[in-house]
């Protein structure tokens, strides 16, 4: 029997987490960087909809499983080479099971990947007892891929350069949201390249600010200011979805989204409410259509916030965690590392 259900009243060593998806509300692709990225604009929302993920202590090995046959169980899953990168970082022996029960649509432009490689990251600073903190993981999770860093914050927050400079906005919004998976993937590299094709520099607008004034300002029409550039793309190069995408589009007006996009490169389309009973009839009609279509809402940054300090607060119980804790190897560790003490005194998140 697992001794985190062993019933010994004893706290238990599992820890699970809630790995919640993003939508992008606006995405402006500015142009080409000279890494080989592009430079973005957009808003990132987190939204309710959330992977379960659990971890366990392992003396040594990290390994995955997942429930989701097109999610890789090796060192290819985000969220494994999170715990990786992070181990190597602190020069730690430390291992980790990690299960993942999946309900963000995969290859959907929701960030699932991304936002599990976060979560990881959050709860092993904890029980490895590492300290790091948002600033101290914000270089490791931009090095395990441009939307992670954005997911250490949640909330609406605006992502700069290759969307992993991650400020949060005054503004968070808050609204129901139905999401619609048109039950196929799109490949972000492909979408990007046809996007390469076809850009032509884009003014830099004000759009974002715009959209944050006029949003402040309580105007109900500010999110007709927003739009997706890679949604034109993402249509070229699945141009089966374009006419999905369409009816979709006009379910969500009818029943009074105020906003409808794309998100990220796709493949997932949602429509933003004030109102839950709009949203409620919005997600029967797509449902009778035959759609795979869920609600959800948005996550504001501090409900963000608040959901990671309980599940830091039980992680800051867990036992067993501990196996190894001397168990420094090479110079990376963190007396060892010329970063790690600096960023060891990161901003901690139950303190903010
Ligand atoms: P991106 O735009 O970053 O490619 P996405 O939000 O569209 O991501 P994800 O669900 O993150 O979609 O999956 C993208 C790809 O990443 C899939 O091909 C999947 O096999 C792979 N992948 C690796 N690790 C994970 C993970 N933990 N969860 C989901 N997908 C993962």
Aim: glycine share 12%; aromatic share 6%.
């Amino acid at each position: 029997m697992d001794r985190a259900v062993s019933g010994s009243g004893r706290p238990p060593s599992v820890l699970r987490l809630r790995s919640y998806a993003k939508v992008n509300l606006g995405l402006e692709v500015l142009g080409p960087r000279q890494d080989g990225y592009h430079e973005l604009r957009t808003l990132f929302q987190t939204i309710e909809l959330h992977d379960d993920v659990e971890l366990r202590p392992r003396r040594a090995g990290i390994s995955a499983r997942c429930d989701h046959p097109d999610v890789p169980p090796d060192e290819r899953n985000l969220a494994v080479r999170a715990a990786q990168l992070l181990r190597e970082y602190a020069g730690l022996r430390r291992g980790v099971e990690i299960v993942i029960t999946k309900r963000i649509p995969v290859g959907g432009g929701l960030g699932g990947g991304s936002s599990n490689a976060a979560a990881v990251l959050l709860a092993l600073d904890r029980v490895w007892g590492l300290g790091l903190g948002f600033d101290g993981l914000h270089p490791l999770a931009r090095r395990l891929g441009a939307d992670v860093p954005f997911f250490l914050l949640g909330g609406t927050a605006l992502g700069l350069a290759r969307g992993d400079e991650v400020y949060p906005l005054r503004p968070q919004v808050e609204g129901e949201v139905v999401i619609v998976d048109p039950g196929r993937g799109v490949s972000t590299a492909a979408v990007f390249t046809r996007c390469d094709d076809t850009l032509t520099p884009r003014e830099n607008g004000p759009t974002i600010f715009r959209f944050v004034s006029r949003y402040l300002e309580g105007k109900g029409d500010a999110f007709r200011l927003l739009s997706n550039d890679l949604e034109a793309a993402a249509l070229e190069e699945a141009p089966d979805l374009a006419g999905k995408v369409n009816h979709i589009q006009g379910i969500l007006v009818r029943e009074g989204a105020l906003l409808t996009s794309l998100s990220g490169s796709g493949s997932s389309y949602f429509g933003l409410f004030r109102e839950a009973r709009q949203a409620r009839r919005a997600h029967s009609a797509l449902l009778d259509e035959g759609f795979r279509a869920v609600r959800s809402r948005t996550l504001t940054m501090d409900r963000y916030r608040k959901s990671w300090v309980r599940t830091l607060a039980q992680a800051g119980r867990a036992r067993g965690w501990d196996q190894g804790r001397n168990g420094h190897h090479g110079n990376h560790g963190r007396q060892g590392h010329p970063r790690g003490r600096r960023e060891a005194q990161g901003l901690r998140i139950d303190r903010v």
